[in-house]
């Protein structure tokens, strides 16, 4: 049992308070086996079920289609930033018998390190953009004219973006798929998977870390597309002087070995699956979406009715539905967050990197703590304005 908390840390996240419950009841004894559903193993058959059922309500929830496959992996995003190059350029070589290179679209902190991963094991990454070069600081997405697309996309491994940068609070609306023809696109999704309709298959992979808006960290979600899970040999690869993929993150391993190439969290998937189920009850990701669109609306009306006291550093187009992060006069961050804390309003504190504040708006946050966050915030604005 808990009070409803008023939670809006970045990530680990709030859960829904039915899943927690569910998942503290299937963590001592999962469908009546007398087992917990975290100390089964994950090749007996209800292991392999959890699996099953997960991908199963995840394509479902997001209408994957058959070209594409769903896994799971340990290692959150930070591995996926060294997973997807190695992966990626494999994928690339088996088509094309050369390495290629990757290209990074830079507009935040989060696709910054993947394209630093990606230089640091060698893949000398062509930066198509990086909006902090551009406008000085990370709050904006440039024009797509303004990007450097390499005219001659043929020696293009992938394309690779962060879809919602978590610290920097930007994210995109819409990406440019038509501006890289026939090039794969890779896209993390860590902040914002589930929080809206998308259309798969125009990804070739997809990445999220669990632990903001789908369930606990330990587990990370991936999506690929089936045509990009054939290698060449290992000889081959090391010829073309592309790193071989440590075993458990290459990717057609572990989907061959559905997931369980070794010893995958169960517990934390089934708590994935728990919160898809709880999704789809309630009208799924159309509906997930209105009630996120909602939330973020009202928040930044909140915020943009005090100018002289919040500070918003990201450009209108590009606002994150998930993060708002917004800044306060010099010291007086600890008066907000002391406020805030007596209002029961808790992890408003922004990334130590940016410092400021943040309200992470994840799916499993109400509409109506948004709306106490509201309240708050004009209450904060007036006496402070
Ligand atoms: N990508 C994004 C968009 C993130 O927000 C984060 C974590 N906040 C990461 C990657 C890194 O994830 P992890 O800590 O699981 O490695």
Same mark, same amino acid.
């Given at each position: ?79 996926? =930033? ?5 992966? &990626? ?31 640091? &094991? ?8 990086? $909006? ?41 609306? +819409? ?25 798969? $298959? ?46 458990? =993150? ?16 169960? =517990? ?5 699956? &728990? ?36 500070? &918003? ?19 007086? +961050? ?52």
């Amino acid at each position: 049992e808990r009070t409803e908390p008023n939670y809006f840390g970045a990530g680990p996240a709030l859960l829904p308070t039915s899943v927690l419950q569910q998942a503290a009841k299937d963590m001592i004894n999962f469908q009546g086996l007398g087992l917990g559903a975290g100390e089964i193993s994950h090749r007996s058959a209800a292991g392999g079920n959890i699996i099953e059922s997960t991908k199963k309500h995840l394509a479902e929830l997001l209408d994957v289609p058959d070209t594409h496959e769903v896994f799971f992996m340990q290692g959150g995003g930070t591995t996926g =930033f060294s997973a997807v190059p190695t992966n &990626l350029s494999a994928s690339f070589a088996k088509k094309t018998g050369k390495k290629g290179k990757p290209a990074y679209v830079i507009t935040g902190s989060w696709s910054k390190k993947a394209a630093e991963e990606a230089q640091r &094991l060698g893949f000398d990454p062509e930066i198509v953009v990086d $909006s902090k070069k551009v406008d000085g600081k990370f709050g904006g997405i440039p024009a797509v004219e303004k990007w450097s697309i390499p005219a001659d996309l043929s020696n293009t491994s992938y394309v690779y973006f962060c879809d919602n940068e978590t610290v920097n609070g930007v994210e995109f609306p +819409d990406f440019p798929f038509d501006k890289f023809p026939g090039v794969e696109i890779v896209a993390d999704m860590s902040s914002n998977f589930l929080s809206k309709k998308i259309d798969v $298959s125009k990804y070739g992979c997809i990445l999220a870390g669990a632990q903001k808006n789908v369930g606990l960290a330990g587990i990370t979600i991936y999506i690929i597309k089936k045509s990009l899970l054939e290698y060449p040999s290992d000889e081959e690869l090391t010829k073309l002087n592309i790193p071989l993929t440590p075993i458990a =993150f290459e990717f057609p391993i572990v989907v061959k070995n559905n997931s369980a190439y070794n010893t995958v969290p169960t =517990f934390t998937v089934h708590i994935v699956d &728990l919160v898809l189920q709880l999704l789809a009850e309630k009208g799924g990701l159309a509906n997930q979406q209105k009630v996120n669109e909602e939330k973020a609306k009202l928040l930044y009306a909140a915020l943009d009715k005090y100018p002289s006291v919040f500070n &918003l550093p990201v450009e209108k187009s590009v606002r994150s539905k998930m993060n708002v992060v917004f800044t306060l006069a010099k010291g007086t +961050d600890s008066d907000f967050l002391n406020a805030a804390e007596e209002k029961k309003l808790q992890g408003l504190k922004g990334h130590r990197s940016v410092g400021g504040m943040r309200a992470s708006l994840y799916n499993a946050v109400s509409l109506d703590s948004v709306k106490l966050l509201c309240e708050f915030v004009e209450d904060f604005g007036s006496k402070n304005a």
